[in-house]
């Protein structure tokens, strides 16, 4: 079954990017190739707990199995040894990447407290990631069950090549910019 903002990306936002940008082939427009959640979570080291937390709260958001994420080396000022559970992510990527920004656009943003919109800030390659500072902006997340609240890292990875397409694309998917780049 193919989501909105799937069938709204082939009838629409193609042709639209395809215009705007003077593409000699279908196949330079850029997409939406994959939503990456990630938490990291620095009291990890002290309660194991807060991992098992995470991922059980990562998988509820998005609806696929979050893993952990290990640390590459010892860093002894923040108690970190090589390999130590540090965090959790999630890749979605298809149809769960489609539901979840639509999702993610329509319901979560708007709640967030006084929004304004999001920062226009690309990486360079096309790619947009965005900051999260609470959890329980997502519907599916019960308050009432949330100890500590934590944020998370949102990134959006697309095939564009330059920053102005990776924004216009993003643009014409419905993320609420705050500025003109």
Do not use: C, H, W
Request: no cysteine.
């Amino acid at each position: 079954m193919a989501t909105t903002l799937k069938k709204q990306y082939d009838e629409k936002i193609a042709p639209a990017l395809m215009k705007q940008f003077n593409y000699s082939s279908t196949m330079q427009i850029p997409k939406l190739v994959k939503i990456v959640l990630n938490e990291g979570l620095g009291d990890a080291t002290q309660d194991k707990k807060v991992i098992e937390t995470a991922i059980n709260e990562l998988t509820t958001i998005t609806g696929q199995k979050a893993v952990q994420t290990l640390s590459k080396k010892d860093i002894s000022n923040f108690r970190v040894r090589k390999k130590m559970p540090i965090g959790a992510r999630v890749t979605l990527r298809r149809d769960r990447m489609y539901e979840f920004m639509e999702r993610f656009i329509r319901i979560a943003l708007p709640r967030i407290r006084d929004f304004k919109g999001i920062a226009g800030k690309l990486d360079g390659r096309g790619n947009y990631t965005v900051g999260i500072t609470e959890q329980i902006i997502f519907p599916e997340i019960n308050i009432d069950n949330v100890t500590k609240m934590t944020g998370m890292n949102i990134t959006f990875v697309t095939t564009a090549k330059t920053d102005e397409e990776g924004y216009a694309l993003l643009k014409e998917f419905g993320l609420p910019f705050n500025n003109a780049k």
